[in-house]
């Protein structure tokens, strides 16, 4: 009897730390986990400050600069072939910092953190930035709708995408690492070029690089047949308008370097109608991954 008292606490004492070790290792695995999920440091230039500058004259000596010319494009909202045609462009007094402080959008928002993905347009400053739990994961400059074709603005979620497809108001048009956002208007956002100013006809238009990070960062809709849609994309905030009669506006960067921020506050309210909406597909999109994935 005294064997069988010995062996089973023997037994027990074994379990009991087979039991503390396991919450151990999960308790590591959940510390690794939390410090992935940490707020991304992105190096800020010592100082922000602007000015007008002739392009040609600027480009004699810094056409060569990739790391100077990527800040180019994005603060005057254009493209490597249409910068050469722009007249004077908006040149930072320094280039040291990410490019994340030379766009408009705060690299946090606090009502964003239980939203795994979004993506949100700015009409006013012609800019877009991606968003993961509240977190700014990359940004860039767009041309969105002219005048006669504004783009639509609100709430909408990612459908389909294609690596190269044809615009369906111009048959001449291909239109690279095109993902579209609204099926019937084919309005979508996709590589075109940019010459500066809002010139699309109400799509999205942006840098092949910007184009790509998208096109993978997105998800696709999930369909339940041919004419029903299971599961909504990622989430498309478009929002504001574009002063079109008046000069550009980041042109009004080099006598105020803070006139296009916009505010996590401003973030908030644009997408504050929409949590709802957007955290029911969420869970839906979980959902339906969970069962797929048994």
Same mark, same amino acid.
């Given at each position: 009897?005294? =064997? /069988?008292?010995?062996?089973?606490?023997?037994? %027990?004492?074994?379990?009991?730390?087979?039991?503390?070790?396991? =919450?151990?290792?999960?308790?590591?695995? %959940? #510390? !690794? #986990?939390?410090?992935?999920?940490?707020?991304?440091?992105?190096?800020?230039?010592?100082?922000?400050?602007?000015?007008?500058?002739?392009?040609?004259?600027?480009?004699?000596?810094?056409?060569?600069?990739?790391?100077? /010319?990527?800040?180019?494009?994005?603060?005057?909202?254009?493209?490597?072939?249409?910068?050469?045609?722009?007249?004077?462009? +908006?040149?930072?007094?320094?280039?040291?910092?990410?490019?994340?402080?030379?766009?408009?959008?705060?690299?946090?928002?606090?009502?964003?953190?239980? +939203?795994? @993905?979004?993506?949100?347009?700015?009409?006013?400053?012609?800019?877009?930035?991606?968003?993961?739990?509240?977190?700014? +994961?990359?940004?860039?400059?767009?041309?969105?709708?002219?005048?006669?074709?504004?783009?639509?603005?609100?709430?909408?979620?990612?459908?389909?995408?294609? !690596?190269?497809?044809?615009?369906?108001?111009?048959?001449?048009?291909?239109?690279?690492? #095109?993902?579209?956002?609204?099926?019937?208007?084919? +309005?979508?956002?996709?590589?075109?070029?940019?010459?500066?100013? *809002?010139?699309?006809?109400?799509? /999205?238009?942006?840098?092949?690089?910007?184009?790509?990070?998208?096109?993978?960062?997105?998800?696709?809709?999930?369909? $339940?047949? @041919?004419?029903?849609?299971?599961?909504?994309?990622? *989430?498309?905030?478009?929002?504001?308008?574009?002063?079109?009669? $008046?000069?550009? *506006?980041?042109? &009004?960067?080099?006598?105020?370097?803070?006139?296009?921020?916009?505010?996590?506050?401003?973030?908030?309210? &644009?997408?504050?109608?929409?949590? &709802?909406?957007?955290? !029911?597909?969420?869970?839906?999109?979980?959902?339906?991954? =969970?069962?797929?994935?048994?």
């Amino acid at each position: 009897m005294k =064997k /069988l008292y010995y062996v089973a606490n023997t037994l %027990l004492l074994l379990i009991l730390v087979l039991m503390v070790s396991c =919450k151990k290792s999960d308790s590591i695995k %959940l #510390n !690794e #986990n939390t410090k992935s999920q940490k707020t991304i440091e992105y190096k800020k230039p010592k100082s922000v400050s602007y000015q007008i500058e002739n392009t040609k004259e600027w480009l004699k000596t810094n056409e060569a600069d990739s790391s100077k /010319l990527d800040i180019i494009y994005a603060l005057n909202r254009t493209d490597k072939a249409n910068l050469k045609k722009l007249d004077s462009i +908006v040149i930072p007094a320094d280039f040291s910092g990410d490019l994340v402080y030379y766009l408009p959008f705060p690299l946090h928002v606090n009502a964003l953190e239980e +939203v795994s @993905k979004i993506i949100i347009f700015s009409y006013p400053t012609q800019t877009f930035a991606a968003y993961k739990n509240g977190e700014l +994961v990359y940004t860039g400059p767009t041309n969105m709708g002219r005048k006669a074709d504004p783009t639509p603005t609100g709430l909408f979620f990612t459908n389909w995408k294609a !690596e190269k497809t044809t615009s369906t108001f111009n048959d001449e048009w291909d239109l690279k690492w #095109n993902f579209n956002i609204e099926n019937k208007l084919g +309005v979508g956002f996709h590589q075109y070029e940019l010459p500066g100013y *809002p010139a699309s006809h109400s799509c /999205l238009r942006l840098l092949e690089k910007d184009a790509k990070y998208l096109y993978k960062f997105a998800d696709e809709w999930i369909l $339940k047949d @041919k004419e029903n849609v299971k599961v909504k994309g990622t *989430p498309v905030v478009i929002f504001g308008s574009y002063a079109f009669d $008046k000069p550009k *506006p980041w042109l &009004q960067l080099a006598s105020n370097p803070k006139t296009l921020d916009i505010s996590e506050a401003e973030i908030e309210k &644009q997408t504050k109608p929409f949590i &709802q909406e957007i955290l !029911e597909n969420q869970i839906l999109r979980e959902t339906e991954q =969970k069962t797929t994935s048994f």
